[in-house]
């Protein structure tokens, strides 16, 4: 039986079985276009949860050591899409999880590399003939045809654009991609971007495509261009040409009433130092509303001025309406890594609750730096975590030893506020790299006006590394290095938290690996394809042969500018636990009419402490989902638990172990009156194995 038959079959079945409102779809990531993950199905209640039971399992066979599945999928008329650890991209029958079709990317991108995105969720059109999926790999836009799982070659060119084209700027040999789904407003697919955060960086535009022919209908400079809003937040007037970064990567709303799109921005690269960026930097760290027909500009909010936190922001705003003084009024509502919630009236952009421009710690450590001496810091709602980290606050479960030396160390750093400056002595970032809020994203329940959202309580270190020093001393290699490895390899190849070193890399690769390696990236490492030739072979050979590399000079002085850093690692005990004392993993519920916390409990167990009653709550990854029927699913942690929770109170009501973890949001969907809910448990983060399969759970 063809793939076409099989999906027609299985679409008449449904509906004749039932009447279409007996179905509750999952239509887009996030489950709605104001992305509020949340589910009107009330089959699933607080009476009944506890007899849940895995209803069908799916898996794709293609994990590989290291890989994950972010996927949130989506489901209509009885079908459900998503990914695989390799980008596949399958339909199954989401009543008893079997296999409609699956479409390889291979099969239209020739040559893709090993190294590919994450990927988070697919987009789906129709005109109520034509059924397309879109989703990216690498640097290309894919469009598939729903029905057949067949690329639509009418799109682009057979079937892809090149994501790297169309941004009024080369970018043809540098990184971009799109790790979150695009939103469908009309016959237009708008769309952003993950970049690198390191320089070179390509501009974070947004842009929308025709969904039929692949063309680029409007573009959003979100690094303004001459005579565009913004253009003066950046003090060089060239910054357009050069800066990257300041992109929408982690998905966006719509409001298709108003007609206008929602996009939250990350920050400008380099992630960790701006002196080659003055200014405030829009449209980075922003809210930003646009006209989704004609991508012209609305209204901002900038959430953090010249960012050099990486505290982009890490999920789309939740659209949604709320009481405020006895009034509903439409409004945005945006989650940080910093554990603030900023809530927008949806037309003005205007904060709905007090913000204010606070002081805050301007030293300077860094030369050429200039910090913006105010941040927005809203009055309500509370803040969802702690907001500083002081020596007070160490984990004080470990050995009195071990708690000495953490002091130690503790006190060689520059810490204690939310914007400590970073330096060359190395600076505590608290709230850390990962949160708070994630790209989990956040839940919200309409009918009690509160918001569900996980966080993350995990400091990290960065200590800056001053890539001046003295030129005649080092190799073109080095210089290279200093640029584009250093972040994550070590000044000294030491490797650095969850990167590997390449001390005696020679004995474990030879000189046309690595330059394959720098070429197309693995796991984590991006490709390097704006390197020339001539710099891959400089840096192969310094990696390959440290302190013995090759003698020339470096030619170009302009890669010698400007701070590194020592490399991405958090905060730790000797035994390896998080330095700060728990919980080091919440689930929230905020009051969005008072502002304050509803209830909070740890999520996750950390192995060796949960037989001592110890609830420390874990990092965490991927979002929750409320429902109507009272109940609120997350998976998200390590332990590779799925835990159900009642949403009036925190209780928890269920939990069932995943074949891996699941660090994805679940969907919630419903097929002829019954409930399922599905979890990707692909793994692969926080030191847990890596898993290719997607569950799902009903009652019996």
């Known amino acids: 039986m063809n793939r076409f038959l099989l999906y027609f079959l299985l679409c008449i079945s449904a509906a004749c079985s039932t009447s279409p409102s007996a179905n509750i779809d999952w239509t887009v990531a996030g489950g709605d276009p104001a992305r509020t993950q949340y589910s009107g199905a009330i089959q699933i209640d607080t009476s009944n949860v506890s007899r849940l039971q895995v209803a069908w399992e799916y898996k794709t066979g293609d994990a590989r050591e290291g890989s994950q599945i972010q996927c949130n999928p989506i489901v209509l008329d009885g079908i459900l899409y998503a990914t695989t650890p390799s980008l596949r991209l399958f339909a199954l029958d989401a009543s008893n999880g079997k296999e409609v079709w699956t479409f390889n990317p291979r099969d239209v991108i020739e040559e893709l590399p090993e190294a590919l995105n994450t990927n988070r969720g697919v987009t789906y059109w129709t005109d109520g003939e034509k059924k397309r999926l879109f989703y990216a790999v690498s640097s290309y836009l894919l469009s598939v045809d729903a029905l057949t799982g067949l690329p639509d070659r009418s799109f682009g060119t057979e079937g892809r654009i090149d994501l790297r084209s169309g941004l009024d700027r080369d970018a043809t040999s540098l990184y971009v991609t799109a790790t979150s789904p695009g939103v469908i407003y009309k016959d237009l697919l708008i769309l952003g971007s993950r970049v690198s955060e390191s320089n070179p960086a390509a501009p974070g535009h947004i842009r929308a495509f025709d969904v039929r022919t692949g063309e680029r209908v409007w573009i959003f400079h979100t690094i303004p261009h001459p005579g565009e809003y913004g253009f003066d937040t950046w003090d060089d007037s060239t910054a357009y040409m050069r800066a990257g970064g300041a992109n929408s990567w982690s998905g966006m709303s719509l409001d298709e009433g108003r007609g206008v799109v929602y996009a939250s921005t990350g920050s400008a690269a380099f992630d960790f130092y701006g002196g080659d960026r003055l200014g405030d930097n829009l449209f980075a760290n922003s809210i930003i509303a646009l006209d989704a027909e004609k991508g012209t500009y609305r209204w901002h909010f900038q959430t953090i001025h010249h960012d050099v936190w990486d505290r982009d922001l890490p999920a789309p705003p939740v659209l949604a309406t709320i009481p405020v003084d006895g009034v509903n009024r439409d409004v945005a509502i945006q989650a940080t890594k910093t554990g603030l919630i900023f809530v927008l009236d949806r037309d003005t952009g205007a904060p709905v609750f007090p913000v204010e421009e606070m002081k805050v710690p301007v030293d300077e450590h860094l030369q050429g730096e200039v910090l913006s001496v105010t941040q927005p810091i809203p009055q309500k709602p509370e803040p969802f975590m702690r907001q500083r980290m002081t020596v007070d606050d160490l984990n004080g479960l470990i050995p009195d030893s071990s708690f000495k030396a953490l002091k130690e160390q503790f006190m060689t750093y520059n810490s204690g506020h939310l914007f400590t400056p970073p330096s060359e002595e190395g600076t505590v970032f608290f709230p850390g790299l990962d949160g708070g809020a994630e790209w989990g994203g956040s839940s919200f329940d309409a009918e009690s006006s509160m918001l569900f959202i996980n966080a993350n309580e995990v400091p990290w270190i960065i200590t800056n590394i ?9 190799t073109k290699g080095q210089v290279i290095y200093q640029e584009h490895c250093l972040s994550c390899h070590g000044p000294a190849l030491e490797g650095a938290g969850n990167y590997p070193g390449l001390i005696g890399l020679k004995n474990k690769a030879d000189d046309r690996t690595v330059r394959e390696l720098l070429r ?3 796991g984590m490492m991006p490709a390097l394809s704006f390197l020339t030739d001539e710099q891959v072979d400089a840096v192969t050979d310094y990696v390959l042969n440290y302190r013995e590399g ?3 000079l470096p030619s170009d002085s302009s ?5 590194s850093i020592r490399g991405y690692e958090k905060l730790t005990t000797p035994e390896g636990l998080p330095a700060i004392s ?9 009051d969005l009419v008072s502002g304050k916390i509803r209830w909070k409990v740890p999520i996750g167990k950390y192995p060796g402490l949960e037989t001592g009653g110890i609830l420390t709550g874990t990092e965490n990854y991927g979002g929750p989902v409320a429902t ?8 998200a942690t390590p332990d590779q638990m799925f835990r159900v929770y009642r949403k009036r109170d925190g209780a928890l009501l269920f939990e069932s172990k995943l074949p891996a973890a699941g660090f994805a949001t679940p969907s919630v969907y419903e ?14 983060k926080l030191g847990s194995p890596s898993g290719d399969y997607y569950v799902a759970f009903a009652l019996p």
């Not at 890669?559 to 701070?563: D, E, K, L, Q, S």
Request: charged content about 15%.
């Open 582 to 590: 728990p919980p080091w993993g919440t689930l929230n519920a905020i």
């Open 466 to 474: 001053r890539k001046s020093g003295n030129v005649e001393s080092l």
């Open 671 to 684: 097929i002829n009156g019954k409930q399922f809910v599905v979890i990707a448990c692909g793994g692969g």
């Open 550 to 552: 090759i003698t020339e």
């Open 559 to 563: 890669f010698f500018r400007g701070y």
């Open 520 to 522: 197309v990236g693995r």
């Open 628 to 635: 109507k029927g009272g109940v609120l699913f997350i998976a």
